[in-house]
């Protein structure tokens, strides 16, 4: 059975930094496309980042710059590294499987909040 | 960057049909995905590539995808049907970048 559990979420101060983890269970981190989806209170589903399988990033132009998405093969874990946080910022934050061939999420994790806030 | 663009609501009686549309510039070019979203959970995946279901989607659930506009299809509407909708299509070829709808919500009248 295929699993997401995303951890790391919090309340951390403007400007400051946080990792959020993603361990997956039930297929292989690394030969998949994997993407960070975020949604701020109240509001739609924002996508924020992707990572090949082959390795290759992309990110939206929201926060390119201050997140980097990486992954553990060892631990079969997602990462993404949030840098610089802004009070827009704040949302819950989700990890998810891609497809890579047409792009769709099959598969999501059940979210952890991150409320940027002095 | 590319744009999607859904009203924010439907309504619909109970076993009516429901349509909710997704514009964007040439849509009918890109493949189109849906995803249901209830309060407090994460999104589900309801019709990928235009018009097809994954596995335990009901069939009342179906897309289609042409010029302009993509839609969400939903049959004999129920309750349970009640919630957040949103498109997404994926650009592979240039900027790699995902985009979501606004996303519409639907009620169940």
């Known amino acids: 059975e295929v699993q997401l559990v995303e951890s790391g979420g919090g309340l951390i101060q403007p400007g400051g930094s946080l990792r959020l983890s993603c361990a997956a269970s039930g297929f292989t981190v690394s030969s998949n496309y994997m993407s960070w989806v975020r949604q701020a209170p109240g509001k739609g589903l924002e996508w924020v980042s992707v990572?090949?399988?082959?390795?290759?990033?992309y990110y939206a132009d929201s926060v390119k710059g201050r997140f980097t998405i990486s992954r553990d093969n060892s631990k079969n874990t997602l990462y993404l590294q949030m840098n610089s946080l802004r009070a827009e910022d704040t949302a819950v934050y989700y990890c998810a499987r891609f497809d890579d061939s047409s792009g769709y999420t099959d598969y999501w994790g059940q979210g952890t909040l991150v409320t940027v806030s002095s | 960057s590319y744009v999607l663009t859904q009203p924010p609501s439907v309504s619909v009686a109970p076993g009516q049909t429901a349509r909710i549309t997704c514009g964007g510039n040439?849509?009918?070019?890109?493949?189109v995905h849906w995803y249901q979203q209830k309060p407090g959970q994460a999104p589900v995946l309801v019709v990928y590539?235009?018009?097809d279901r994954p596995s335990g989607i009901p069939e009342r659930f179906s897309g289609s995808n042409s010029g302009n506009t993509a839609t969400l299809t939903i049959s004999r509407v129920e309750a349970g049907d009640e919630a957040d909708y949103y498109c997404?299509?994926?650009?592979?070829?240039?900027?790699?970048?995902?985009?979501f709808g606004g996303g519409t919500k639907l009620t169940v009248l």
């Open positions: 997404q299509v994926w650009d592979s070829s240039s900027d790699h970048q995902v985009v």
């Open positions: 990572i090949y399988s082959g390795g290759s990033t």
């Open positions: 040439n849509i009918g070019s890109k493949s």
């Open positions: 590539d235009d018009s």
